[in-house]
């Protein structure tokens, strides 16, 4: 019984939503950043494509569903980060008699103060 309870708790665990972050970093300092939201722990094929093009040094354009408007060119990433995550549940925000009360933030009424 200990095996079947092993085989569905990965199942199950796949069917939430994971979130895949990629992080691009450029020559000239520049960093952009795509998420995809998925059911499967699977790196998406637009990531594991644009993966392969940098390590072999290729000189490509990337660009996530091939959006005309956005890309960018593989040769000149100078690191990627690839991150995985679950997304958590939404958790009610506290009441504005709460936020204020326990608000350290500086109003803009307070900046005035501050002003030279």
């Known amino acids: 019984m200990a095996t079947e309870e092993r085989k569905t708790a990965p ?5 939430e939503p994971v979130v895949h972050r990629l992080i691009v970093s450029l ?3 520049q960093e952009f950043t795509l998420n995809a939201v998925t059911n ?3 790196i998406p ?3 594991v494509a644009f993966i392969n093009a940098w390590r072999e040094k290729k000189d490509v354009w990337f660009s996530p569903k091939n959006d005309p408007h956005f890309g960018v060119r593989v040769k000149d990433v100078s690191m ?6 679950r997304l958590q549940p939404k958790q009610e925000a506290p009441s504005a008699v709460e936020q204020g009360a326990k608000s350290n ?3 803009p ?4 103060r501050f002003a030279p």
């Open 40 to 42: 499967s722990t699977d």
């Open 11 to 15: 199942a199950a665990a796949a069917q």
């Open 80 to 85: 990627y980060r690839y991150l995985t995550g």
């Open 105 to 107: 933030c500086a109003c």
């Open 27 to 29: 020559v000239g300092g």
């Open 109 to 112: 009424t307070d900046l005035k």
């Open 45 to 47: 094929a637009d990531y």
